[in-house]
C-alpha cells in the first residue's frame, strides 16, 4: 500500500500515531489526575512539532551540500526527510524540561508519548510487512517515446527507480531535474519514468520545452501503472531490487536528499 486516498501511507502513520498518544494522555490524566486531560494532550501536540522540527534540522544538516543546491527544498517536508532518532529524544527532553513545574503531569504525557511511539512501531512494522508482499516489478508491456515497444521486467538485473508522472502534474515537473542528476551520479541505477495517459507529441514537447534529457521515457496510455502498485496520486516514486523487488514507495513531490537517503539506505548507493 503506497497511499490512502490522496495521502501517504507515512503521513497517515504519523497522524494516527499522534491521535492515539492525545488520547492516551488525555486518558491517563484523568485517571491519575482527575483533571488536568485537557493540558497534557496539548503538550502532546507541543511534542509532537518539537520532534519534527528537530529532526527536520537534523536530516537537513546532513544533506546541506544537495538542499543548498535548491533551497526552497528545506521547506518540502512532503518529502518524508526527517531523522527520528534525533527528533524523538529531543521531545522527550522538551516534555521534561516543560513539566518541570508540573511534575504530576509527566506520567500522563510520557505514557501518551510512549502509546504514540507504540503506535507508530506497529503501524511501520505492518507497513514492512506489506513490502514483503508487494508485487514485483510487474511484467507490462510498455512503450518508448519512439514507440518502441518494452517490457518493464527487462530493466531487472539492477536497482531500478520507477517515476510515475504527467506532464500536467506541477510537482512531477519541479522534481525532474532530480532524475536527470540521479541518473548521471548513479550509473548502475535503471531511472524509469512512466507517463500516465498522456500522447507522444504531449511528453516530447514537454521534455524539449524544459531541456530534459532523460534515458528511460515510457509510455503507460491507460494507467495500467498506477492500478498494479495501488498508487491513487502523482507523482509515486518506487524503488525495487535487482530481482525486482519492491523495496520502498514515496508518494508526492521527492527531493533529491530525499531519493540519495532512500538510494543509501535501501540500496547501499553512495
Given amino acids: 500500500m503506497i497511499s490512502v486516498g490522496p495521502f501517504s501511507i507515512r503521513v497517515v502513520i504519523i497522524v494516527l500515531a499522534a491521535i ?11 485517571r491519575l489526575m482527575g483533571s488536568g486531560a485537557k493540558h497534557a494532550s496539548s503538550l502532546i501536540f507541543d511534542a509532537l512539532m518539537v520532534g519534527l522540527v528537530t529532526g527536520r534540522l537534523t536530516f537537513v544538516l546532513i544533506w546541506w551540500s544537495d538542499y543548498i543546491a535548491t533551497p526552497w527544498s528545506i521547506l518540502a517536508v512532503g518529502d518524508g526527510g526527517f531523522y527520528p532518532v534525533t527528533g524523538v529524544p529531543v521531545a522527550v527532553a522538551w516534555i521534561w524540561w516543560r513539566t518541570r513545574h508540573e511534575q504530576s503531569l509527566r506520567k500522563p504525557v510520557y505514557a501518551g508519548v510512549l502509546a504514540g511511539l507504540i503506535a507508530w512501531g506497529g503501524a511501520g512494522g505492518s507497513l514492512a510487512l506489506l513490502h514483503e508482499s508487494a508485487p514485483s516489478l510487474p511484467a507490462l508491456e510498455l512503450s518508448t517515446i519512439d514507440s518502441e515497444p518494452v517490457s518493464l521486467t527487462s530493466f531487472a538485473g539492477k536497482p531500478v527507480v520507477v517515476n510515475l508522472w504527467a506532464t500536467w502534474c506541477p510537482p512531477c515537473r519541479r522534481e525532474m531535474p532530480v532524475f536527470v ?3 548521471a551520479d548513479y550509473p548502475d541505477l535503471a531511472v524509469v519514468m ?8 504531449a511528453i516530447n514537447a514537454f521534455l524539449k520545452s524544459e531541456g530534459l534529457e532523460l534515458e528511460h521515457v515510457l509510455l503507460d496510455p491507460s494507467s495500467a501503472m498506477m492500478r498494479e502498485v495501488g498508487s ?7 524503488f525495487f531490487d535487482a530481482e525486482g523487488k519492491m523495496l520502498d514507495a514515496h508518494m508526492g513531490e521527492i527531493t533529491m ?7 543509501k539506505n535501501r540500496f547501499g548507493l553512495q
Fill in 20 to 30: 492515539v498518544a492525545w488520547i492516551a494522555a488525555r486518558l491517563v490524566a484523568r
Fill in 232 to 238: 491513487r496520486g502523482l507523482p509515486t516514486t518506487l
Fill in 181 to 183: 542528476q540521479a541518473q
Fill in 194 to 201: 512512466i507517463n500516465q495517459g498522456e500522447s507522444t507529441q
Fill in 257 to 263: 536528499p530525499s531519493l540519495k537517503n532512500t538510494l
